[in-house]
């Protein structure tokens, strides 16, 4: 029940009840209307409470009917004050940002899903919560809907930063395969896809019921970079977030027959790339977390011929910002065997999540009394064994998970100089 469409139906009387909780259910006491702001208010509170079923309990401990509710509030015949209240706990401070909070997460996987960087698509979020306060009084309920409103806000907001920032994508879309004995050779004055931590997921959604979290896969959300910034959100808000053609149409700001047409061209091109659907084929989350944590003993280890036996034959290791990458299951170990000859074998690894369940660790290299931070390696596990190893360096991204620079022989932070 949406308050404030219902009020519109309901007339104004001479005379209304007041409504009291009683021991056994509700008690009707006869009462005049409001004669001052003041009491209109307390009137107008009761309502409010009314329509959301809080004010009342039955004997059972149950909301009382629709029906009985309904009819309390015609016999208080407050139905224009009472949607000069609905209004103003929409357009006043604490209701505007209690009633707008829930969404905070799912914007957010949308906005990353949209520009493929855990830190733009914070500040977009930021974004949309700004512009939406301002624009607060302009909503209207009979229009659209509160979600539909601040993703058509975000929306907007993403398409002007894409506009600026272009595509994010990995080396694997951008050039072609390396040689794993090869220089290593950074891409100059580019923007790659950046991983997004499970920890920004987790604080609005514990539970993981609001976000479809496999459609944040990076093999996915690298595919997204191939799309032009219409498509992609055609693509998202019509197959991820399940909103209708008109609603998406109302998102976008445009018309149902250009969103159809975004979306055919978008699913064409998704699959041009070849991205596999993972969610097909994930096992379960401790099972890969199984995986990944064998491949941390390995590696520990620096047993190479450990890590292959991990691998499946067409694995891919990417490692932006530097432009090489390579595949398959021997390339891998010639590439390992040069980085424990080259950086050590005295590692210590921490354990982190990603993109909705990605297992991955943070890779601390051995300098001096203590442990530097070296790489942050996301990977992608299927029932056959680890498919790919996305290798980050960044300190932004290091940041944004939230690790340390520097950990001690203990494995615990070190405070900066």
Known sequence: MQPGRLTRRIRTKSHAKDLVPGPLGVTFVSTPLPTSDVQEQRYLSKIWDIYHGRALMTERGEHPPIARMLTAVARYGLAAAAVKMERGVMTGKEGFDRRIEPFRTELLAYCYRMLGSAHDAEDLVQDTYLRAWRAREQYDDTRSSLRTWLYRIATNACLTALEVHGRRPLPSGLVAASDPLGPLVQGEHAAWLQPLPDSLLDAGDPAGAVIDRSSLRLAF????QHLSARQRGALILRDVLSFSASETAEILGTTVVSVNSSLQRARTRVKEVGVRQERVSEPSAAEQRAWVERYMKAFELADVEGLKRLLTEDVVME???????????????????????????????????????????????????????????????????????????????YATFGLAAKLDDQGLAVAEA
């Not at 891998?332 to 074998?345: D, P």
């Not at 991955?360 to 442990?371: C, E």
């Open 221 to 224: 959300a690298a595919a997204l």
């Open 319 to 397: 490692m932006p910002p530097m432009l090489n990458w390579f595949s398959g299951r021997s390339n891998y170990g010639l590439f390992m065997e040069w980085v424990f000859g080259a950086a050590g074998k005295d590692w210590l690894l921490k354990e982190v999540a990603a993109n909705g369940g990605q297992p991955g660790f943070a890779a601390y290299q051995r300098v001096g009394d203590g442990y530097n931070l070296h790489t942050l390696q996301i990977f992608t596990v299927t029932d056959e064994g680890i498919t790919r190893n996305s290798v980050f360096q960044d300190p932004n991204i």
